[in-house]
């Protein structure tokens, strides 16, 4: 006698309840982060009241260009097609998560899961992130130089010793003849895999000029977010000079673990500044209007497209 077949409505049941969590755990930790910030983001508003707010709009619609230009390079990432308004959905929803949790993962883990329910593999959705990733970083190198070329005598490199190059080239010589093995040949198909990657994006012109263009515009319209705002403040510096100090503050930034950058880049960015002959009160505007509109004011939104996202299934 055969037994009866089992019914999915327990499994369906257990799902339910486990996206409503998510779902809740969402809002509650936006209720948190809003109830918590929430003195920083009056102060914010009342500081920057007395601005020109055509400039503020200028530097709010740069910041909700931002979402777009993520999507356009995270598109060029992949050879595949993926589902438009999901994808911007996601890169806002990323955005937020990225300043919940230290160091990108936030985002990081928001676009692979995205990727994945997209029909991509792990193993391609690692590494379409990581296209994107290096993509970002060379179109802000370049800008920097590009910038620094424009604005000489801003940035001072350091000096660095040729022992310590040397030092460093000798380590990466040894860890490379010392690397063997499954483990060895495991990264030889992760690097293999990641090329095969990027020469399937750079067969197609489009997808190419989706990765390269959307990375640039990402970099520039963050730049042009605190442009706006500085110019909105009366900061006392020339457009180029401030787009170059907030990429190489935000660039320096990066190599501290906190959410979103938060702490770090306020410090670098305002330290920057006023290295570079900006007042300290104009500078401490400028990065904080350039924090409400890039993180304060779309971030309980964020969250709640993110729990919505949960919910759905979309990620």
């Given at each position: 006698?055969?037994?009866p077949?089992?019914?999915?409505?327990?499994?369906?049941?257990?799902?339910?309840?486990?996206?409503?969590?998510?779902?809740?755990?969402?809002?509650?930790?936006?209720a948190?982060?809003?109830?918590?910030?929430?003195p920083?983001?009056?102060?914010?508003?009342?500081?920057?009241?007395?601005?020109?707010?055509g400039?503020l709009?200028?530097?709010?619609?740069?910041?909700?260009?931002?979402?777009?230009?993520?999507?356009?390079?995270?598109?060029?990432?992949?050879?595949?097609?993926?589902?438009?308004?999901?994808?911007?959905a996601?890169?806002?929803a990323?955005?937020?998560?990225?300043?919940?949790?230290?160091?990108?993962?936030?985002?990081?883990?928001?676009?692979?899961?995205?990727?994945?329910?997209?029909?991509?593999?792990?193993?391609?959705?690692?590494?379409?992130?990581?296209?994107?990733?290096?993509?970002?970083?060379?179109?802000?190198?370049?800008?920097?130089?590009?910038?620094?070329?424009?604005?000489?005598?801003?940035?001072?490199?350091?000096?660095?010793?040729?022992?310590?190059?040397?030092?460093?080239?000798?380590?990466?010589?040894?860890?490379?003849?010392?690397?063997?093995?499954?483990?060895r040949?495991?990264?030889?198909?992760?690097?293999?895999?990641?090329?095969?990657?990027?020469?399937?994006?750079?067969?197609?012109?489009?997808?190419?000029?989706?990765?390269?263009?959307?990375?640039?515009?990402?970099?520039?319209?963050?730049?042009?977010?605190?442009?706006?705002?500085?110019?909105?403040?009366?900061?006392?510096?020339?457009?180029?000079?401030?787009?170059?100090?907030?990429?190489?503050?935000?660039?320096?930034?990066?190599?501290?673990?906190?959410?979103?950058?938060?702490?770090?880049?306020?410090?670098?960015?305002a330290?920057?500044?006023?290295?570079?002959?900006?007042p300290?009160?104009?500078?401490?505007?400028?990065v904080?209007?350039?924090?409400?509109?890039?993180?304060?004011?779309?971030?309980?939104p964020?969250?709640?497209?993110?729990?919505a996202?949960?919910?759905?299934?979309?990620?």
């Amino acid at each position: 006698m055969t037994s009866p077949p089992i019914t999915a409505a327990p499994a369906a049941r257990r799902r339910t309840w486990w996206h409503t969590g998510a779902l809740l755990a969402v809002l509650l930790c936006a209720a948190y982060l809003g109830g918590r910030h929430w003195p920083l983001v009056a102060d914010g508003v009342g500081r920057l009241a007395a601005a020109d707010q055509g400039w503020l709009l200028v530097g709010a619609a740069a910041a909700v260009a931002t979402w777009a230009c993520s999507a356009l390079a995270q598109q060029g990432a992949v050879a595949e097609r993926l589902p438009g308004r999901r994808l911007l959905a996601a890169q806002f929803a990323a955005s937020a998560a990225n300043h919940v949790l230290p160091a990108g993962l936030g985002a990081g883990a928001v676009n692979l899961r995205f990727l994945m329910r997209c029909g991509l593999p792990a193993c391609r959705s690692a590494s379409a992130l990581g296209v994107k990733a290096a993509a970002g970083a060379l179109a802000r190198a370049v800008m920097i130089a590009v910038l620094a070329a424009v604005c000489p005598g801003v940035l001072a490199l350091p000096r660095v010793p040729g022992t310590a190059v040397a030092a460093v080239l000798a380590v990466a010589l040894a860890s490379t003849v010392l690397l063997r093995g499954p483990l060895r040949s495991r990264c030889g198909r992760v690097l293999g895999a990641v090329l095969a990657d990027v020469r399937a994006v750079h067969r197609r012109p489009h997808r190419a000029a989706a990765l390269w263009g959307g990375s640039l515009a990402f970099a520039t319209a963050h730049c042009l977010v605190v442009v706006a705002v500085a110019r909105a403040v009366e900061l006392p510096l020339d457009a180029p000079r401030v787009a170059l100090l907030y990429l190489a503050a935000s660039s320096a930034a990066a190599l501290l673990p906190t959410p979103g950058g938060l702490g770090s880049l306020d410090a670098a960015l305002a330290f920057a500044l006023t290295a570079a002959g900006a007042p300290g009160a104009e500078a401490a505007s400028t990065v904080l209007g350039y924090r409400l509109l890039t993180v304060w004011l779309p971030l309980v939104p964020g969250l709640l497209v993110l729990g919505a996202l949960i919910r759905r299934r979309a990620l």
